[in-house]
């Protein structure tokens, strides 16, 4: 069945620094591939997402880059700020067969980061 | 205005008791979901709704049941409340329920059972 594997944190930095965060998927079919983030105390919402291969998601700063060879979806900000600190949630959505376009979530990466 | 909105953000009970959290959008969506969050972040999906249909319906306990009493509303009751059902519930809403579309999430009701 379909699945979303991320990194698992919590991961710290320092301001400035590069951030990556692993995501890997399972997929019968043509995922659509989405990231997405929580503050504090909020609901999600989406940062980025990718409808087919090859295909790069960007929001304010992010990027991820839709790799059918290596079924990945890897998160990336060339420089994080303590704003970023947040929870991050790789997801796919199916929607084809049965799954009625449902996400699938990874457990979340839990980002801090320091000044 | 808020897009997805929750009542209350906060439900503190006692096991045993009966519960309610209410749901609203008002994005025009067809599509709704309830999504419950436990303590180490991992969500898991509930319920979703399609027009007012049911569409998806997880492995979850007979006490959950949903209500839509249209598209833009979906509710969750809770019978006999648990220790276990401790958690922060979403609602979210999507314009379908077959392509890849956003998924807008409300802020969340944080339910403590005592």
């Known amino acids: 069945g379909d699945s979303v594997t991320q990194m698992e944190g919590p991961v710290t930095l320092s301001e400035e620094a590069f951030l990556t965060i692993n995501c890997t998927y399972t997929?019968?079919?043509?995922?659509?591939l989405f990231w997405y983030v929580q503050y504090p105390g909020e609901g999600l919402q989406l940062l980025l997402k990718?409808?087919?291969?090859?295909d790069k998601g960007s929001n304010k700063g992010f990027e991820a880059t839709y790799r059918k060879e290596t079924t990945s979806f890897h998160l990336e900000k060339g420089s994080v700020q303590v704003s970023d600190s947040a929870v991050y949630f790789c997801?796919?959505?199916?929607?084809?067969?049965?799954?009625?376009?449902?996400?699938?979530f990874g457990r979340g990466t839990q980002l801090t980061v320091w000044p | 205005d808020t897009a997805v909105s929750q009542t209350p953000k906060y439900l503190v009970t006692q096991m045993g008791n009966d519960k309610s959290i209410k749901c609203e959008q008002n994005?025009?969506?067809?599509?709704m979901y309830w999504y419950k969050q436990d303590s180490k972040k991992f969500l898991k999906i509930m319920f979703s709704?399609?027009?007012?249909?049911?569409?998806i319906n997880e492995t979850v306990p007979n006490r959950f049941s949903p209500k839509s009493p249209d598209k833009a509303h979906l509710n969750l009751h809770i019978n006999s409340l648990e220790l276990g059902d401790s958690a922060v519930y979403f609602c979210?809403?999507?314009?379908?329920?077959?392509?890849?579309?956003?998924?807008?999430f409300g802020p969340g009701t944080r339910l403590t059972v005592t």
């Open positions: 979210a809403s999507s314009q379908g329920s077959g392509g890849p579309y956003e998924q807008y």
């Open positions: 997929a019968t079919g043509y995922p659509s």
């Open positions: 990718a409808t087919k291969a090859d």
């Open positions: 997801a796919l959505s199916d929607p084809r067969g049965s799954t009625l376009g449902r996400l699938y």
């Open positions: 994005l025009g969506h067809d599509t």
């Open positions: 709704y399609n027009n007012k249909e049911l569409i």
